[in-house]
Every structure is written in C-alpha cells, then in structure tokens.
C-alpha cells in the first residue's frame, strides 16, 4: 500500500505548512543574498588589483638607484614574454566602491604609444572620447569610475575628497573605456626617455600566460633593490582578508542553518501532534510505521525543495532589481546567480529535512498504538 500523495497534502494544509515554507524560502534568501554578495565583493577587490596582476608583472626599484641589467635582460631575453611597459610613475590613485567596500587602485603615467598596447593586454575599449594627448594633462577613466562619481568627458580631477580621486594635479577626462579592469591612464612624458624609465618602473605580459617561469626565476635572484608584483604575490597579500570573510560567511550561514532547524523542528512538532489522530487512522486501515515514515519523508522533502525554488527565485529578482535600481547606475553590479552560492544555500533544505526526519522518526517509534507496528 503507497502513502498519500505529499501533493495532495500541501494543498490541502496550505495554511498548516505555510509558516515552515516561509522559514526555508527566507534562510534560503539570506544565505543565497549573503554568499552572492561577498562573491561580488571578492570579484570587485580582484577588479582593483587582481585581474591587472594576472595579465602583467609589474617590477619596480624600490631605492633611487635603477633595476640591475641583470634583471632587465631576463626580462628582455625571454621568448614568453610579449611586451614590455616602461611606467614613467604612478600619478595618484583613487577608490572604487563596491557594493560592500572601497578598493583603492593606482593611476599610471605612461608613454603615448604604450596606452593602445595597455588596453590590448588588459582587454579594455574606448568607449568615448579620446586617447591622452602627450604632454596635454589628459587623462583616461574607466567606465566604472565615470558612473561612480558622475565624472564626464571634460571634467576637471584632481584632489577630489568628494569622489575619493588623489591624483599629484588636475587633469582633463578625455576619454572613457570599459573592460575587465579599473585603472586612470595619461601621458607626461616630458623630457623622461624611455630607457631611462624602463630601468625604474615596468610592467611586462606574457604571450602564455599560464607559464610564470620568468617571475620565479627573478624571484630566485633575490635582489632586495627591487619589488616584484605579480598575481601570486598580490593575491597572498588578499588571502588573509578573504580567508576572514570567507570564515565569516561560514559562522553566518551556520548560525541561520541551526536557528532555522530549532525553529522548522518546533513547528514541525506541533503539526505532528495536531495530524496524531490522521496517523491513527491510516494505520486503522493498514499502513505501518514505516508507510508513515515515508509519506513523512516524502511531504519534508518537497515543501523544502518548494521552499528553496522560491527563495532562489526571489533572491534572483530582488537583485536585479538592485542593479537596475540602485547598482549599475553607480557602476557596480552585484551577481544574481552563482552555481557555489546555490549549492551554499541547498544546505538549508538538507538540514533541515535531515534533522526534521530524525526528530520525527523518533516520534513515530515513540508512538504506542497497538494498530501501529513494523
């Protein structure tokens, strides 16, 4: 003999299982809200440093005195690498904010004939305007930047406190581009050759990115005189604080996970009590203990999985809605799906279901009904 249908049951009980779907689709909401935000906030602090490391190395002196032949000439007689930048010096910087913090990130001064071959590497596009003129105090900025602080083609930035831009003096927005990356270029090269910059500043790609052979064998000089920035360094640097947000999403989820368990459990032991006369019966007409286990089983695990579909869906349009409303005329964005947030929030259906038929299995073997046996 097959159990009721768990379908015909929840639509039957709606009001009695209302109060328990309400508690999945809202822990569902807040650990699928919090996780997909703290990757957004993770993606906007690689944004500001990561993602510039991973397709460069920058190597700069870090004394008056220039980097040793011996370093430039590993640089410059290696086959994998592409292209080299001399950096004629960092102008200021400024912050992006994303949705959950601020990222600071440098601004550079480069050569004119540098600046197309920088937006090749980085993969970004002029979108507006125009390149920097040499010696003209121009100054390109990323799309994010100019939706960030309402900044337009021929503004004026310079130490600007209200949208959090440093720069060592005024410049001219000439031009606006977009892609992966957040940086503020110009072009000043004044009397500076660039030799004579390639021996303090550089930053050079690689043609196989995924060979990093050269910065460890400049590593293994062990030349204290100069820095080396790379996507291995910049990212151990980050570690610490994303390994503490990380453990802090972790305590999160699992404080929402247990409340959420204590609750649903209560609930679910009420309803128990209140449906004792309804087992009753079906064991008067024949079902066994275990018939009601599953029928049970059957009922928990597709108000959760109801429950889990609704707070992803609404999770999903509440954050575009965000976006469209709030974010992206900011020049930020928030994910709305990530496959490593959802399975995050899938442990809240689980948990639940687990906990919940252990309790009321036990509840059924407790159960002293002479019409009820195995």
Not at 278 to 285: H, M, P
């Amino acid at each position: 003999m097959k159990p009721l249908s768990s379908r015909s049951y929840l639509k039957n009980n709606v009001k009695k299982v209302l109060p328990s779907f309400t508690c999945v689709a809202l822990g569902v909401f807040l650990i699928y809200f919090f996780s997909i935000t703290l990757y957004s906030g993770i993606y906007g602090i690689k944004q500001g440093s990561l993602d510039m490391l991973e397709k460069v190395t920058n190597i700069a002196s870090n004394t008056k005195d220039p980097i040793s032949d011996k370093a430039l000439d590993k640089i410059k007689n290696c086959n994998n690498v592409e292209y080299i930048v001399p950096i004629i010096g960092v102008i200021g910087g400024f912050q992006y904010k994303s949705p959950f913090g601020q990222i600071s990130t440098e601004a550079f001064n480069v050569f004119e004939e540098d600046i197309p071959r920088l937006l090749q590497i980085f993969d970004m596009r002029l979108l507006e305007g125009k390149l920097p003129s040499p010696n003209k105090n121009e100054l390109l900025i990323s799309l994010k930047i100019s939706k960030q602080d309402k900044i337009k083609i021929g503004d004026y930035i310079g130490k600007n406190s209200d949208i959090n831009v440093t720069l060592n003096k005024k410049y001219k927005v000439c031009g606006i581009i977009d892609g992966p990356i957040n940086t503020m270029l110009t072009t000043n090269s004044g009397n500076t050759k660039r030799e004579e910059a390639l021996k303090h500043n550089l930053i050079f790609s690689l043609k196989n990115e995924n060979n990093k052979t050269i910065n460890d064998e400049l590593e293994s000089m062990g030349e204290s005189t100069i820095t080396i920035m790379d996507y291995k360094s910049a990212y151990n640097q980050l570690n610490e604080i994303i390994r503490a947000i990380t453990s802090l999403s972790f305590i999160l989820n699992l404080i929402v996970i247990i409340v959420l368990c204590i609750s649903i459990g209560n609930l679910n032991y009420i309803l128990f009590l209140n449906r004792q006369y309804e087992f009753k019966i079906l064991a008067a007409i024949g079902y066994k203990k275990k018939d009601l286990y599953i029928k049970i089983l059957k009922e928990n695990i597709t108000l959760n999985i109801l429950g889990f579909t609704f707070g992803i869906i609404v999770t999903i349009i509440t954050i575009k809605l965000l976006n469209i409303i709030i974010f992206q005329p900011k020049g930020q964005y928030v994910y709305s799906f990530h496959l490593k947030s959802i399975f995050t929030a899938f442990l809240i259906p689980v948990s639940v279901s687990t906990t919940n038929m252990l309790s009321t299995l036990r509840k059924l073997r407790a159960m002293n009904y002479d019409c009820l046996n195995f």
